[in-house]
């Protein structure tokens, strides 16, 4: 069976969305070849610790850039309420523009620097990144309400964060980090 036959179907709308866009603009670092295979894989991981946590969501996804893990996990679990963040304003536009097209309900688009946002935000179960870089952990914690997790892939489990993760679990194309609140 072909990896695109068990996608769902919103995924490989966004997927197309994601390969014309990013034709004017970088919204990924990927081949063109691996894309539907990173995008669909890895924020399946996300899914995955999300859903053996709670029955309620509410999920943060920092520096979402073009909406990996961000858009899927929402696809994913419809019934979560998503908050974007992206301050990259072409970016953030494009998140719109696939959240519109898709139809999907309970999730926004912040165009801002997270760092405008740690104070005012601390209510999410679950805060995600794939490529944020090392001040994740200390942003992400701030957006954690009680008992929640900070989320973050990584390639290779090489990056030294001030803030330790409380877990690592391999994946088959890299690593999840967990901090939790």
């Known amino acids: 069976m072909k990896l695109c036959e068990k996608i769902h179907p919103k995924v490989l709308i966004y997927l197309d969305e994601l390969k014309k866009w990013s034709n004017f603009f970088n919204l990924h670092s990927f081949d063109e070849k691996d894309l539907e295979k990173e995008v669909w894989e890895v924020s399946t991981y996300f899914v995955k610790e999300i859903k053996n946590t709670a029955p309620a969501y509410q999920i943060c996804d920092i520096g979402s850039g073009g909406g990996i893990p961000g858009i899927v996990i929402k696809i994913l679990l419809p019934e979560s309420e998503m908050l974007?963040?992206?301050?990259?304003?072409?970016?953030?536009?494009?998140?719109?523009?696939?959240?519109?097209?898709?139809?999907?309900?309970?999730?926004?688009?912040?165009?801002?620097?997270?760092?405008?946002?740690?104070?005012?935000?601390?209510?999410?179960?679950?805060v995600t990144s794939r490529a944020f870089g090392l001040k994740f952990p200390e942003y992400a914690l701030k957006?954690?309400?009680?008992?929640?997790?900070?989320?973050y892939f990584v390639k290779k489990n090489n990056k030294k964060f001030k803030i330790e993760p409380a877990e690592v679990k391999k994946c088959p194309l890299g690593y999840i980090l967990k901090w939790a609140k």
Request: charged fraction near 25%.
């Open 84 to 126: 974007l963040i992206e301050s990259n304003r072409k970016k953030a536009h494009f998140l719109k523009k696939t959240i519109h097209l898709l139809k999907l309900k309970k999730i926004s688009v912040l165009n801002q620097d997270v760092r405008q946002v740690i104070n005012a935000n601390s209510s999410f179960n679950f």
């Open 143 to 151: 957006l954690l309400k009680k008992g929640g997790d900070a989320l």
